[in-house]
C-alpha cells in the first residue's frame, strides 16, 4: 500500500460549485499535512496547511484532517477557472522530516 | 523577491552528454531538494541537502549526483544522461526554523534526453 494516495483525476466541475479534493495516507504518524497548487508549467506552490487533526478555513479554501480515518480533505467554495490547476497533498511526520507528496489531482473548472 | 531559482528552464540533450541543471535560494534555507515529476508517478525524490556539505539520497538517486559546496546552490549532475531521464525536474528548499515546514519550489526544468 502507497503512503499517500491520491485520484489524479481530471476533475471538471462548473464555475461556482463546491469542489472537494481528498487523500488517504496509510502512516499513522504523519502530523503536518499540506495542500500545494501547481500551475501548468510552474512549480507547486504552498495553499494551506494543517497540523495534525481539525479544520483550518482561508478564504474559499478549507482543509481538513481526519487522522482517526487517515483521510484528508480540501474544499473549495465558489469555484473559478483560476482555480484550474494540480493539487498535491502532502504529508511529513515531523517538522524536519522528508514531505511525502500525493501524486496531484488535475482539477479544471468550466466557465 | 524570495525565490528558487533553476536553469535552464528547457533542456534537450543527447545519452551520454554531461550536463548540470544548477538551483539557487535567496531564501538562506538549510534544506534544498531535488525532485522529478513524471506522468502517473507524481513528484518524487532525488537527493535532498540538510545543509553544505550534507546530502542524502532520495528515492530515485540513480544516474544523479549532487553537491551543496554553498548554502544557496544545489546543482544536479547527470554524468551520463539516458532517455529514461527525460522528465520535469524540481528544486525546492525550505528553511528548518519557523513553524512548519513549507517547501518554496523553483520553476522547473524540462528536460528531454534523445
Known amino acids: 500500500q502507497k503512503e499517500v494516495e491520491q485520484d489524479p483525476g481530471p476533475l471538471s466541475v462548473p464555475e461556482g460549485a463546491i469542489v472537494s479534493l481528498n487523500c488517504t495516507y496509510s502512516n499513522s504518524a504523519f502530523q503536518y499535512f499540506m495542500w500545494y497548487r501547481q500551475y501548468s508549467r510552474k512549480g507547486p506552490e504552498l495553499l494551506m496547511y494543517?497540523?495534525?487533526?481539525g479544520n483550518k478555513e482561508d478564504g474559499r479554501f478549507t482543509a481538513q484532517v481526519d487522522k482517526s480515518s487517515k483521510y484528508i480533505s480540501l474544499f473549495i467554495r465558489d469555484s473559478q477557472p483560476s482555480d484550474s490547476a494540480t493539487y498535491l497533498c502532502?504529508?511529513?511526520?515531523?517538522?524536519?522530516?522528508?514531505?511525502?507528496f500525493g501524486k496531484g489531482t488535475r482539477l479544471h473548472i468550466l466557465p | 523577491e524570495a525565490q528558487v531559482t533553476q536553469n535552464p528552464r528547457y533542456l534537450i540533450t543527447v545519452t551520454g552528454k554531461k550536463l548540470t541543471v544548477t538551483c539557487s535560494q535567496n531564501?538562506?534555507?538549510?534544506?534544498m531538494s531535488w525532485y522529478r515529476q513524471d506522468p502517473g508517478l507524481g513528484l518524487r525524490q532525488i537527493y535532498y541537502s540538510m545543509n553544505v556539505e550534507v546530502t542524502d539520497k532520495g528515492d530515485v538517486p540513480e544516474g544523479y549526483k549532487v553537491s551543496r559546496k554553498e548554502k544557496r546552490n544545489f546543482p544536479l549532475i547527470l554524468e551520463s544522461p539516458s532517455p529514461n531521464q527525460t522528465s520535469l525536474y524540481f528544486c525546492?528548499?525550505?528553511?528548518?526554523?519557523?513553524?512548519?515546514?513549507?517547501?518554496?519550489f523553483g520553476q522547473g526544468t524540462r528536460l528531454t534526453v534523445v
Open positions: 531564501m538562506n534555507h538549510e534544506y
Open positions: 502532502a504529508m511529513s511526520e515531523v517538522r524536519d522530516d522528508k514531505i511525502i
Open positions: 525546492a528548499s525550505r528553511s528548518d526554523r519557523g513553524i512548519f515546514p513549507e517547501a518554496f
Open positions: 494543517t497540523y495534525s487533526s
